[in-house]
């Protein structure tokens, strides 16, 4: 049984970084993607970023590009994404979704974790 755990969320300053890990476990996931999304309050899942386990292309959306990174490590199963906090953003969950299809969709994605709430402050 797939199962995804996030972790690394909390109340972050403005200035400084984050690293949010995923830990995959049940299957192997060479054939597979991983992605970040995140949903603040009242709005829906967007995407974030994802990283093939097998090759390690990445892709980013365009509101974070330049800013975030995805990485994963094999070895751990484990997948990452940090980033340096130049300013608040809104609180969101973010999500680590995995799937089969290279894709920006939620609904590609087969399996979820429960999510990490990141807030911050200026």
């Known amino acids: 049984q797939v199962q995804l755990v996030e972790s690394g969320g909390g109340l972050v300053q403005a200035g400084g970084s984050l690293t949010l890990s995923c830990a995959a476990s049940?299957?192997?996931?060479?054939?597979?993607?991983m992605a970040w999304f995140r949903q603040a309050l009242g709005k829906e899942r967007e995407f974030v970023a994802r990283?093939?386990?097998?090759?390690?292309?990445?892709a980013y959306a365009d509101s974070v590009k330049g800013r975030f990174t995805i990485s994963r490590d094999n070895a751990k199963n484990t997948v990452y994404l940090q980033w340096n906090i130049l300013y608040p953003e809104e609180p969101a969950v973010y999500y680590c979704?995995?799937?089969?299809?290279?894709?920006?969709?939620?609904?590609?994605?087969?399996?979820w974790g429960r999510g990490t709430q990141v807030t911050f402050s200026s």
């Open positions: 979704g995995t799937g089969r299809a290279v894709s920006t969709m939620t609904a590609d994605y087969g399996y």
């Open positions: 049940g299957r192997t996931f060479s054939r597979y993607v």
């Open positions: 990283i093939r386990w097998s090759g390690g292309s990445t």
